[in-house]
């Protein structure tokens, strides 16, 4: 007699699936337990009359001890990691189910409270694992989207409804350090544009949330001419149509035109009922910022110019692009 394959199946799926169940409820009560630690060492320190002195006495004298009955688990550094989690997350109705405690040793490495929360928030709702997460952190992905902010414009945190405007997803610049393909100098738009679809999921993850791609050198027919826009996506959060071209040179005024054209065209030729106003952004090597502040770019907000970059930048060349951002922004 011959086991059927349907059978075999359903039992492989049962068992998987209760295994990662039990990896969950594992995790959790990990997490959990780890928070109580931490809170429960804070509350002993506080006793103390010399707290600095008293704490770093008492976590070293917990780890001998408890390292003696319960192995290297909770060693002298994993118990400084425990009572800084508490610290971070002082609230344990504010831990994500979601997140492990891998993910939570990655946010303990965010100094600041605004981008730590940004990070939680934003890996627990869209299911990051640990090496997104790391990657977001190291490329700055906060600091990227609140560069591309106006002075007194804060990039939401804490949300109760999703992005609103297209100004919320928008970074500069993107790091598309996945594209490994392509050669160091010298690569058109097309090379660049093939390389991004050979990595199109690591695309759609840097680009951020809601996206999903519609088309390649996308047509666009008017009564006279035929147009083709480089990489079309929608954005189901904002419910629109994001057109992207890509620019191997520095951004000249006529790429502007460009982009603002395909937008124009787009909104009165492809936008459904229901879509909002499509928006554009050029994807360029470089960009000069008084070319910006004297452009349409600087007063529509459905149009945007962001910088990529191949590689993964230092903190100093991401501190500096940043920077420059915020400076341009400031003087508009």
Not at 94 to 102: D, G, I, M, N, Q
Not at 149 to 162: F, I, K, M, Q
Request: proline residues 4%; glycine residues 6%.
């Amino acid at each position: 007699m011959e086991i059927s394959s349907l059978l075999i199946h359903d039992i492989k799926t049962l068992w998987s699936e209760a295994r990662r169940q039990a990896y969950t409820l594992v995790n959790r009560a990990l997490v959990e337990a780890y928070w109580a630690i931490g809170r429960r060492i804070v509350e002993e320190e506080q006793q103390g009359a010399d707290r600095a002195a008293y704490g770093a006495f008492l976590l070293r004298e917990l780890a001998v001890r408890l390292s003696g009955e319960l192995g290297k688990g909770l060693d002298e550094r994993e118990l400084r990691k425990i009572r800084q989690f508490y610290l971070c997350f002082p609230q344990r109705d504010a831990l994500r189910p979601e997140l492990s405690w891998t993910h939570y040793r990655l946010l303990l490495r965010v100094q600041d409270p605004a981008a730590r929360t940004y990070y939680c928030q934003e890996a627990a709702d869209l299911g990051w694992g640990t090496r997104h997460l790391e990657r977001e952190i190291q490329t700055g992905a906060y600091q990227r989207l609140l560069a591309t902010r106006r002075p007194g414009e804060a990039l939401p945190v804490n949300r109760v409804s999703p992005v609103t405007t297209p100004g919320e997803l928008i970074k500069d610049p993107y790091v598309l350090d996945f594209l490994g393909a392509l050669p160091p100098t010298g690569y058109s738009e097309s090379e660049l544009e093939s390389a991004i679809l050979a990595n199109l999921q690591q695309f759609l993850l840097e680009l951020g949330k809601g996206f999903a791609f519609v088309g390649r050198q996308y047509p666009i027919q008017t009564d006279t001419r035929r147009f083709y826009i480089d990489l079309v996506f929608y954005n189901h959060i904002l419910r629109c149509f994001v057109l992207l071209d890509l620019k191997v040179k520095e951004l000249t005024h006529a790429d502007i035109g460009q982009m603002d054209m395909y937008v124009r065209m787009f909104d009165d030729l492809k936008k459904q009922s229901g879509d909002n106003p499509t928006v554009g952004i050029i994807l360029c090597a470089d960009k000069d910022d008084t070319l910006v502040r004297y452009s349409v770019l600087d007063e529509n907000r459905q149009l945007f110019a962001s910088r990529y970059r191949l590689y993964l930048p230092t903190e100093e060349e991401l501190r500096q692009e940043l920077e420059r951002e915020r400076q341009r922004l400031s003087h508009d």
